[in-house]
């Protein structure tokens, strides 16, 4: 198994270009169920989860032709094609895999009445239930149930516009939705919906293949339903989680980088964070600019929260940081149950920290020290690569599969600024 090496130390300079987000890409992939004409994709990150989506896409019949880009800064091209459904079956061996497989059942529901998928089962961030997304297809008018850990969701007839109100903000459950309110007859209108920019990405993608929809960006979506969609092309909006770990990479390590082909308002919340902390952060014409000089950074709090608030995809890099801090900082997580996985492994680095319930508190060192780690989950991993960037000595990453799934080229990109980072095939 691959595991990548990190000398900390060296400060950061240069320019790193921020690839197309993995979770914009993969709902935008599900959105090609929707048609039988093509859906053409640019600016699409290679990554293993896209690599799985794209797996369980031909698994139900959809014809994938994918160019890769050329340069590191290049997104891929996907022409997706669902002219003939073959199937409408996702497996237990991919949902468990990747648990954003569950957002085919939305779109397969409506365009081929029926969809069988599997229950994700359990997670390593918290329970990640999906209950929101099935009440929502059953307010559209779906049967849904529960068979042999799958769930099966039926609409022979199709599916009925009607007024959806989450209890508590989903993103998952948003994209589920929208999906298959776009071919239901009538209007839907989903209150308390998630207001993340992939949700105004797919959202743009659907009415770029003929779908009606207005307030997007609001908590308050409303969709009137058409009868079918046609081809599109639409570009993947930039990575805002890897945006802000390369922000807060240069913060931990120090430096000067240009993140290109970002912006600014996708990170909304994390850029007064950067300047709390003493980090210079400013817009450019390709994007954003970070720097740091050799100051050490002030410790801050944060409190993840649904967009524009602090989000919990950048909570352990944000921890990272934290830790070498100047004071004591109070991280608490809002959104899932258990993840403070980075924890433990922090600590075998000389980190400080005390768990309290939902809330992390920090008190920064003056330096980590490298070690052997292991993560649980992608963001918990590049937390690690961040305090492995700012620690005395070698850290070693296992499991590093767990990058692959949603930084494309992590090692490539910081060794091109400077970083003394390398993977290692075992
Ligand atoms: C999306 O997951 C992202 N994944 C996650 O990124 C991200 O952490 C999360 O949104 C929050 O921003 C993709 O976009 C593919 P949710 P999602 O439904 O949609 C509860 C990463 O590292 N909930 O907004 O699954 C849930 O348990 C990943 O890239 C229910 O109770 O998240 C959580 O506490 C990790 N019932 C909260 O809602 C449901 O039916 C928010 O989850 C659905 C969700």
Known sequence: MD???????????????????????????????LSEEPLTLTNVPKLADVVSMAD??????????????RTVGEGGRYVLTAAHLTGT??????????????????????????????????????????????????ALGAEVVLEEGYVIVAAPKGLKGARIEFPIVSVGATENTLMAAVLARGETVIENAAREPEIDDLGRCLIAMGAKISGLGTSRIIVQGVTSLHAAEHAVLPDRIETGTYAFAVAIAGGEVELTGTRAELIGAVIPMLEKVGVEIKETNRGLSVHRNGVRPISADANTAPFPGFPTDLQAQFMALMTTADGTSRIRETIFENRFMHVPELLRM????RIEGDTAIVTGVERLKGAPVMATDLRASSSLVLAGLAAEGETIINRVYHLDRGFERLEEKLSRVGAQIERQSA
């Not at 939305?106 to 990640?128: D, E, F, Q, W």
């Not at 000389?350 to 920290?353: C, K, P, S, T, W």
Request: net charge positive; hydrophobic share 45%.
């Open 3 to 33: 595991r990548i090496s990190i000398r900390g130390g060296a400060p950061l300079k240069g320019e790193i270009p921020i690839s197309g987000a993995k979770n914009a890409a993969l709902p935008l992939m599900a959105a090609c169920l």
């Open 56 to 69: 369980l896409l031909g698994q139900l019949g959809v014809s994938a032709d994918w160019r890769p880009g």
């Open 89 to 138: 079956t996702a497996d237990y061996e991919i949902v468990r895999k990747m648990r954003a497989s569950f957002l085919v059942a939305g779109p397969l529901v409506v365009r081929a009445g029926h969809a069988k998928v599997s229950l994700p089962g359990g997670c390593a961030i918290g329970a990640r239930p999906v209950d929101l997304h099935l009440k929502a297809l059953e």
């Open 350 to 353: 000389g980190a400080d920290i």
